[in-house]
């Protein structure tokens, strides 16, 4: 016992030796029922060498970040462009109120839409937060996973080939190609 839980090491073994216990013939029930515990013996083996292998400093220090870097850069061009749409209301907003009858009126309307629908950015932050949240988790249960298995690496990451990094969408700020790496890059081919 370790944890709580059972070594399927020793699970496999006490099941062997009840088996090779049994006097007389085994029946067909009894073979099938040591079969089936055996493979799902070898099953658990199977999937603790492989959480054993994983590699949780590359989910750590790789792929976490990534995915919170990524999340962040969406909350930031989110709250600038929810800023732009509302900067542009206010001016529309303000010329409307130069304008009488009808079209007043319909432009109030809009813009009074438009400041309804910018809430949707209080509400991705909200759900941006919960994935942050659920990722943290996740590398928790990953690395508390690899420890109770005995694993884990502490090899630095692996360079992301440039062929995959450039085929990852947009990039994050500070990040991207400036115009000048651009126009250097198109002058050589002159």
């Known amino acids: 016992m370790r944890g709580g839980t059972v070594d399927p090491a020793m699970v496999a073994t006490v099941v062997r030796e009840i088996m090779a216990s049994l006097e007389g013939d085994l029946s067909a029930a009894d073979l099938k029922l040591y079969r089936e515990v055996e493979a799902l013996a070898d099953y658990i083996r199977n999937a603790r060498r492989e959480i054993a292998d994983l590699d949780t ?3 750590r220090r790789r792929h976490i970040p990534a995915a919170t870097d990524e999340l962040d850069a969406i ?4 709250e600038e462009a929810t800023g732009t749409i509302l900067d542009s209301a206010e001016r529309i907003e303000a010329v409307a109120g130069e304008l009488e009858g009808a079209a007043r009126d319909a432009l109030a309307e809009a813009v009074t839409r438009i400041y309804e629908a910018c809430n949707f950015q ?12 659920t990722l943290q988790h ?5 690395d508390g996973l690899v420890t109770a298995y005995g694993g884990g ?8 080939a440039e062929e995959t990094r450039l085929i990852n969408g947009p990039a994050l700020p500070g990040e991207a190609t400036t115009q000048a790496e651009i126009d250097a890059l198109l002058a050589s081919f002159d």
């Open 57 to 59: 400093d590359e989910i």
């Open 75 to 78: 909350v930031a061009a989110t």
């Open 138 to 142: 996740i590398e928790q249960t990953v």
């Open 153 to 160: 690496s502490e090899a630095a990451p692996k360079p992301q």
């Open 122 to 133: 209080d509400i991705t932050g909200q759900r941006i937060s919960k994935i942050v949240k």
